[in-house]
């Protein structure tokens, strides 16, 4: 259902003419090819309309392919790659920090101009940008803030994100609305920036609303193996709970598919982030009761703005980019499926980008008016 998932940003390039401090724009050096290369792209001539007969390579490095937000944004970096024309080698860490970092220097000796990188924590981002500026290959980072002790616009051109804590408050705030006062929270990966932020927001909702009980919350993970074992486990020791705050879609269509099997989904309400196929398909069902996201699309943006680095044209839009998401519940669903789904319009991506676009501009924007 990639073409629901295409189009949950209203986007343009923002012009800009200043260049980012200490980062050149050199090729990285041709070290060999890759057995990662994610797609075929066209070559110059194939494209007449090309700005640039320079051929570039981008490598795009992530957390796992088992968690659909990721396999989704990957497919969104594949489409940016076709339409721009540069090539793509990709590789998923399985989580681990060590092999994100041999991941990415093997990515720089098959020769990457540019790197779009969603870390797998802050630990690692440190030594990946030393190792890409060494070999002058631009960073993009997204979705997980790489610390406070790297700054966006200096040590790497910008960073692109959810806003998570606005996102944890507004999962919790659904399931408060809706009559639950007593829940459990099932999180993500302790000490990442996405899962501390949702919890963070997670407890200010909880915060304003003191009538509400947080029976029991843990630290997961990402994937549906995950939200399977914490939910059993959690509601074999809160039986009374009304409702399930989850890290992401992964955890809550786990939760939902146990609610399901033990026959309690219409006393149980199950909230999630990511606003995948799945979970939109699970709403229409009269399952899953929320979902918050759109912010799979940061990949393929994050790929624009590395592309256009490379072919010389600098990114001066906001180098902290958080965006606020689409909040969809099955009160709103209609709503949602009328402008996103029914409504569908292909993304240009060379009229985002500055190479063939000059006078494109950039604006995050996610709405259901």
């Not at 920090?97 to 020769?111: F, K, P, R, Y």
């Not at 070999?135 to 790297?150: A, E, F, Q, T």
């Not at 912010?295 to 994050?302: C, D, E, I, L, R």
């Not at 606020?324 to 060379?350: A, G, H, T």
Request: contains cysteine; charged residues 25%.
């Amino acid at each position: 259902m990639k073409k629901l998932l295409a189009l949950l940003l209203t986007v343009a390039m923002l012009a800009s003419l200043v260049a980012c401090g200490g980062k050149d724009t050199g090729n990285a050096g041709d070290t060999g090819g890759s057995t990662n290369v994610g797609t075929e792209t066209p070559k110059a001539d194939d494209n007449k309309d090309n700005k640039t007969d320079k051929k570039v390579t981008i490598g795009y490095s992530f957390p796992t392919i088992n968690n659909e937000f990721w396999g989704t944004a990957l497919g969104h970096v594949e489409a940016a790659a076709k339409e721009l024309g540069f090539d793509l080698i990709y590789d998923d860490c399985n989580n681990d920090q060590a092999e994100q970092l041999n991941d990415v220097e093997s990515m720089i000796s098959a020769g990457i101009d540019g790197l779009v990188l969603g870390p797998q924590d802050a630990s690692v981002v440190a030594g990946i940008l030393d190792a890409c500026k060494k070999n002058d290959v631009k960073v993009v980072i997204i979705d997980r803030w790489p610390g406070n002790d790297l700054v966006a616009g200096e040590d790497y051109i910008a960073f692109i994100g959810p806003n998570d804590e606005e996102a944890g408050y507004q999962i919790a705030m659904s399931l408060i609305d809706s009559g639950v006062k007593k829940m459990i929270g099932i999180g993500g990966y302790q000490n990442t920036s996405v899962a501390e932020g949702r919890r963070a927001g997670l407890m200010k909702a909880l915060e304003e609303n003191p009538d509400v009980e947080l029976l029991q919350y843990e630290w997961a993970g990402e994937n549906w193996d995950d939200g399977d074992e914490y939910f059993r486990n959690m509601y074999q020791a809160n039986p009374d709970l009304e409702g399930v705050w989850c890290y992401n879609d992964s955890l809550a269509l786990a939760s939902v598919n146990v609610c399901k099997e033990l026959g309690i989904i219409d006393k149980v309400k199950v909230g999630g982030m990511d606003l995948l196929s799945p979970a939109v398909e699970s709403m229409q069902a009269g399952e899953l009761w929320f979902s918050t996201g759109g912010h799979y699309m940061q990949s393929a943006f994050g790929a624009v703005i590395v592309f256009d680095e490379i072919n010389g044209n600098k990114y001066t839009g906001d180098p902290v980019v958080s965006l606020n998401l689409l909040n969809v519940s099955q009160d709103n669903l209609d709503k949602f499926v009328q402008k996103y789904i029914d409504n569908e319009q292909p993304i240009n991506w060379k009229e985002l980008s500055k190479t063939y676009n000059p006078d494109a501009e950039l604006i995050f924007e996610l709405s259901l008016d």
